[in-house]
């Protein structure tokens, strides 16, 4: 499975930014997928996660409220909605799909990452 994310961008604080992440591949194999960023001299931590389904999404303390986590399987794309950005969401967003197969988890595949820089 291939991952290419879209829609990072400057944004001011307050403002808004929908990312994407479009699969391409053997995307009949994804489970679930997710969100995770990057800032600098940071380690890479977990935002945002959603079920093949569509059905059950969960999110980090920081990002709740704000951020949505949405999926089309008919076109392979997963989103991120992020509102009312902070600065301290400055980060390389990644995105993450984990595959599986007759009950056999796969490793998972990694997007190249889109940055967002959100100004004071």
């Known amino acids: 499975v291939q991952l290419l994310e879209s829609g990072g961008g400057l944004v001011q604080a307050g403002g808004s930014l929908r990312l994407s992440c479009a699969a391409s591949?053997?995307?009949?194999?994804?489970?679930?997928m997710g969100w995770y960023r990057q800032a600098p001299g940071e380690q890479r931590e977990w935002v945002a996660t959603i079920t093949r389904g569509g059905g059950s999404t969960n999110y980090a303390d920081s990002v709740k409220g704000r951020f949505t986590i949405s999926r089309d399987n008919a076109k392979n794309t997963m989103y991120l909605q992020m509102n009312s950005l902070k600065p301290e969401d400055t980060a390389v967003y990644y995105c993450?799909?984990?595959?599986?197969?007759?009950?056999?988890?796969?490793?998972?595949?990694w997007g190249q990452g889109t940055q967002v820089t959100v100004s004071s």
């Open positions: 591949g053997s995307t009949s194999s994804i489970n679930y």
């Open positions: 993450y799909a984990q595959t599986e197969s007759g009950g056999t988890w796969y490793d998972g595949s």
